[in-house]
């Protein structure tokens, strides 16, 4: 009984001691790994990814990595902004790196360390410079908020609670109930809940770099229509909300008017002073990018021209 009570109080307290608040959503959330152990593994996966990209990746002088850099360093520039403004000493503010790989696949991701992979395959539903500001937005987003470092601590409690049942029940009878339960009603909410999160911040972010933050939503109008129409087997096959890490493109849509208010109000900031002259690049960048991806592929859409 004694053990028992000791066991009890520190996990309550281990439970409390690691709970902290998501930066401008507050949503609380239990964060056990620290922002030095998560870059480490950060750093790694990014030269593994190197090394499983090679001869796909597109050279730094490409139009489409020279695309995706320039929109990047803006987006990364107001997340450094943001990381000041909230207090986020975790998040660094001077190194990040943007990867371009040629693929048919239609998606982008970050690794802690601001190491983000963009794959070509995105082309087919952000055409504007604006779209691609409001996808780099949310990789980056997810970094600001430490979403990895959630996954990895409730990789690592579900770990131990996995051994703790097999302890119990060696026949694995536990395990069986418990492992998929976990998935359904903890892990995958979770992964909703971040992927939701990082289109608020990312929304923000977008904003604040100057791109329309109403372009993130035409992306997923695009990407809901592809999956509708069965024109991407890979959207058309995605699972119903409950049983997938994101929530579905309708949801993200739905958010993304809530938010739109708010961040309509900061790119119009000063009756648009604020943006004018960073609007006249963007504008201009905008007109070269569609220019790339006008009749290009045998779709008219799933590549630029330049790749």
Not at 137 to 157: D, F, P, W, Y
Request: aromatic fraction near 10%; proline fraction near 5%; glycine fraction near 8%.
């Amino acid at each position: 009984k004694v053990t028992g009570g000791v066991v009890a109080t520190g996990t309550i307290y281990l439970y409390f001691y690691y709970q902290n608040y998501a930066p401008m959503t507050n949503r609380r959330r239990w964060i056990a790994s620290s922002p030095e152990f998560e870059k480490e593994m950060g750093d790694q996966n990014y030269q593994q990814l190197i090394q499983q990209y090679q001869g796909k990746i597109l050279p730094k002088h490409h139009p489409a990595t020279i695309a995706i850099e320039k929109v990047g360093q803006r987006i990364f520039k107001a997340a450094g902004e943001f990381a000041r403004e909230y207090n986020l000493d975790y998040f660094d503010t001077e190194n990040v790196t943007f990867t371009v790989v040629d693929t048919d696949q239609a998606n982008a991701f970050v690794l802690p360390g601001n190491h983000v992979f963009f794959l070509s395959g995105m082309f087919k539903y952000a055409r504007t410079e604006d779209e691609i500001g409001g996808i780099l937005g949310h990789e980056m987003a997810h970094n600001l908020a430490r979403h990895q470092g959630e996954k990895i601590s409730s990789t690592a409690v579900v770990g131990v609670l996995a051994r703790l049942l097999l302890f119990l029940d060696p026949t694995g009878g536990y395990l069986l109930v418990f492992l998929p339960a976990s998935e359904l009603f903890s892990e995958l909410p979770n992964s909703r809940s971040q992927e939701t999160e990082a289109d608020n911040i990312g929304m923000y972010l977008a904003a604040k770099a100057c791109y329309d933050p109403e372009a993130l939503g035409r992306v997923f109008r695009r990407m809901d229509q592809a999956g509708s129409d069965g024109s991407d087997q890979n959207l058309a096959l995605k699972p119903p909300e409950f049983l997938s890490t994101h929530p579905s493109d309708e949801t993200r849509i739905n958010n993304m008017k809530k938010w739109l208010p708010r961040d309509k109000k900061i790119f119009h900031q000063d009756e648009g002073e604020r943006c004018r002259a960073l609007r006249k690049q963007i504008d201009m960048g905008n007109r070269i990018f569609q220019a790339g991806t006008a009749n290009s592929g045998s779709d008219g859409l799933r590549h630029p021209r330049w790749i």
